[in-house]
């Protein structure tokens, strides 16, 4: 006969901290304190749960490790690690809320690690949009077509530094390893993730971005990330990488989809791309309209 004393229950229990999930787990729940000490059911529940919490942070540290070290391996390890800057042109759309495209935009980047960036983006050479970030000096300028170069405003400034916080070569060549941050491993995706694992880094402002890593090819999927526009909105940003190619040694994306809030907002792909060009700093100083 069941024993009335004791009453199941049924949870699902997600431990974010320490990168567990738990689903559908049963246990029982006992009125009677002295009936759940006698109950070998319980015992078993409490000596288990003792003996699995200390190892959950070793495990995970493990497995974190294994996935940076080998979607790096797949790029290129030591070679991908080595480069110092891209050189890159392609085409780039844009998407509003209803689906409608901007059409093709070619563009021209100049990009060097860490935190120098000079962007040329439009169709025709005298009327393109140029921007430069210098992060090392805390610089920035805006070109629009003909006018008059102006100093990037504390909003675009932001935009950039957050956008250089977030990109998956900052996070594969500094951020998974910087002692600052704290990095949760959150186990397989769900859905159309279900092939990917999912490692989630928290630095010290409380800003998150997660990394989903393709179990067959090792190579990073996407980067899902948090922001709020000067209006105040929400927003979750997520980039998906696809059409890998050997570079030079490396293997790299050619072509980046963006997501924001679950809407397609951007395509961009690459149609050529040289890697450590030796760029000199000057080149990324402010840019001078065309004559």
């Known amino acids: 006969m069941r024993n009335t004393s004791e009453t199941d229950v049924d949870c699902g229990l997600r431990i ?46 493990e ?6 070290r080998e979607a790096i391996e797949a790029m290129g390890g030591e070679t991908y690690l080595k480069v110092t800057d891209t050189v890159s042109e392609g085409n780039y759309f844009l998407f509003n809320r209803d689906g409608d495209s901007s059409g093709l935009i070619k563009f021209n980047d100049w990009t ?18 140029v921007t430069v970030f210098n992060l090392e000096k805390n610089e920035g300028w805006i070109l629009e077509g003909q006018k008059d170069t102006r100093d990037a405003t504390p909003d675009e400034m932001k935009s950039f530094k957050n956008a250089v916080k977030h990109s998956l070569d900052n996070i594969l060549r ?3 390893k910087d002692p600052q941050n704290k990095v949760f491993y959150l186990g397989p995706g769900e859905g159309g993730d279900v092939s990917l694992e999912l490692v989630q880094i928290l630095d010290p402002e409380n800003d998150t971005v997660t990394i989903y890593f393709d179990r067959l090819s090792k190579l990073p999927a996407k980067v899902e990330y948090r922001d709020v526009d000067k209006r105040g909105v929400h927003l979750r940003n ?43 700093d000057s080149f990324f100083s402010k840019p001078v309209p065309p004559k």
């Open 174 to 176: 500094f951020r998974w």
């Open 238 to 280: 997520v980039e998906e990488y696809s059409q890998w190619h050997v570079v030079q040694g490396v293997k790299l994306p050619l072509r980046i989809d963006g997501f924001v809030n679950g809407r397609k907002a951007s395509q961009l792909f690459l149609t050529k791309i040289t890697l450590s060009n030796n760029l000199l």
């Open 16 to 61: 974010a901290d320490c990168g567990l999930r738990i689903s559908g787990f049963r246990f029982t729940v006992f009125p009677n304190p002295q009936s759940a000490i006698r109950n070998p059911k319980f015992c078993l529940f409490l000596a288990c749960a003792v003996l699995l919490i200390p190892l959950l942070p070793a495990q995970d540290e």
């Open 63 to 68: 497995k974190i490790q294994k996935l940076f």
């Open 112 to 129: 060097k690690f860490p935190d120098k960036s000079r962007n040329e983006l439009g169709n025709k050479k005298k009327e393109r949009d």
